[in-house]
């Protein structure tokens, strides 16, 4: 049986009941980026247009789709830290996602202790697992096939420094993302993914 493609261009629209973009590239990683005003306010929020660049350096980033606190802060200070998001912190995650005012602390919000950083002076989420104190290596203004900015900004940072609860270590040195119970976003309005046992299969590179 010839199987049948639902295709579109998109500048004609998808013509489903959802955008199917964000559902097709899922799940992702998700970046609690902890940044820092001048003033000393501190702003913790969830982004799922994130990932890792590289490891040498190593360097992660993500997009914000408007010119947010987060982007603004890292702007002016140069600093932000990433927190990984597990899933007895889902809920807590799930409250620095709201829309509040810029002088509001989300680390207070939804009531998460603070970790100091060692290099930088933001802060980090004391419960997670891991986290990574980077340093602001380019803002990059997003661009349409004209060339014309869009409203999305990509951040992305060289990772400075690393925090891992050594409860979350293997025997062998690895980080057990298994153990950690590592959430992603999926492509729903409220759908996220667990990171676990069942879901692992291995892969050894050909030589």
């Keep these: 049986m010839t199987a049948r493609f639902h295709s579109y261009s998109v500048s004609a629209g998808h013509g489903l009941p959802h955008d199917p973009f964000k559902a097709i590239i899922a799940p992702r990683p998700i970046g609690w980026i902890a940044s820092q005003s001048k003033q ?8 799922s247009f994130f990932n890792a660049f590289s490891n040498a350096p190593p360097l992660i980033g993500f997009a914000s789709i408007g010119f947010k606190d987060s982007v603004r802060n890292i702007q002016e200070t140069g600093e932000f830290c990433w927190s990984l998001a597990t899933y007895e912190l889902a809920s807590a995650m799930n409250k620095t996602s709201a829309s509040v005012d810029s002088n509001i602390d989300e680390f207070e919000l939804a009531g998460l202790k603070k970790r ?12 997670s697992p891991a986290s990574m104190e ?27 420094a690393v925090h891992i609860n050594e ?3 293997t025997e062998t ?19 996220y993914f667990r990171v676990i046992e069942a879901a692992k299969f291995q892969l050894k590179r050909p030589r």
């Design 40 to 47: 000393g306010t501190t702003n913790l929020a969830p982004y």
């Design 116 to 127: 100091q950083s060692d290099i930088i002076d933001v802060p980090h989420v004391e419960a």
């Design 134 to 160: 980077c340093k602001l290596t380019q803002l990059i203004p997003l661009t349409d096939l004209d060339g014309k900015e869009t409203d999305a900004w990509l951040v992305i940072g060289q990772v400075v």
């Design 167 to 169: 409860a979350y270590l």
């Design 173 to 191: 040195g690895l980080f057990d993302t298994v153990k950690a119970d590592s959430i992603t976003r999926a492509g729903g309005p409220a759908d």
